[in-house]
């Protein structure tokens, strides 16, 4: 956790710059920065996103989940722009749960999730990232901010930031050229940096809910290898391979593509 900014209030915060390309070269720090929802950031956390002079925040949250969250403390000097562009399903329940159990809300009313089973709807949702129109149609806007040098540097999060925020993170990897074992080792991350929050989060359902089943929440909060191998599976059976997916899925370009290297690479 090196690349990790040491935010109290949003400790799955971390730069992509610093890792290895597979042609030698790295990926830019002070570019991208992926982190969880910024609701609950201390002045300090405020003060270090400050220091970083964001010019764009990228919440890929949809306004419902906006609507319950505690509002995203930003800073002021400057004070960047926020770009919502929502990777959100509203018939799958899995979005739903993941917000109530980062908000600490009652999980009554899940019946569909629970018989899918919590390891299935996140397999099934990463899928869903692959193909979903309005999926494909948000992960699209977010590269291009990305392959904008005015939007830099810029921060994108989601409510827990290892799923949409993930997936989106390892778009951006690979398509700069960085070996998908270290977009891996990037992506589980995640349960370092949150395993605190996890905790404080089991224990107060725990608390509240003595009869809780913990096998059925740690696969909504923690980062597994399955979910993302999912949704490389998906772009390998749907597109062929990933620079298809890229290409014909994200309708990603080679000038795109150029720009984003260009933003992002040293």
Same mark, same amino acid.
């Given at each position: 956790?090196?690349?990790?900014? @040491?935010? /109290? ?14 042609? @030698? ?59 919502? $562009? ?8 899995? /979005? ?35 193909? @979903? ?12 901010? $990305? ?94 391979? /990933? ?6 899925? $994200? ?16």
């Amino acid at each position: 956790m090196e690349r990790g900014l @040491g935010l /109290f209030g949003a400790p799955n915060t971390r730069d992509l710059g610093g890792l290895p390309t597979i042609d @030698g070269r790295r990926v830019r720090r002070g570019r991208v920065v992926r982190a969880s929802a910024l609701g609950r950031l201390t002045d300090d956390d405020v003060a270090v996103l400050g220091a970083l002079r964001l010019a764009r925040v990228v919440d890929l949250r949809d306004v419902s989940e906006v609507a319950l969250a505690p509002p995203d403390r930003l800073p002021t000097d400057p004070a960047p722009a926020v770009t919502t $562009l929502p990777i959100y399903d509203p018939a799958h329940p899995v /979005f739903t749960y993941v917000s109530a159990v980062m908000l600490g809300h009652q999980l009554d009313g899940y019946e569909a999730l629970a018989e899918e089973g919590t390891p299935g709807a996140m397999t099934a949702i990463y899928r869903w990232f692959v193909t @979903g129109e309005s999926a494909r149609d948000s992960l699209a806007a977010a590269v291009r901010v $990305l392959a904008d040098p005015v939007a830099l540097p810029v921060l994108v999060h989601c409510s827990a930031g290892k799923d949409r925020t993930g997936w989106l993170s390892a778009i951006v990897l690979t398509a700069l050229g960085v070996d998908r074992v270290e977009i891996t080792v990037d992506y589980l991350a995640t349960n370092h940096a949150a395993a605190e929050v996890n905790g404080a989060i089991l224990a107060a359902m725990r608390e509240r809910r003595p009869e809780l089943d913990e096998d059925a929440i740690r696969p909504v909060l923690e980062a597994r290898t399955d979910y993302l191998d999912a949704a490389y599976a998906e772009v390998d059976r749907v597109y062929g391979g /990933f620079d298809a997916y890229l290409r014909e899925g $994200l309708g990603m370009d080679e000038a795109l593509c150029q720009a984003l290297r260009a933003n992002l690479l040293e």
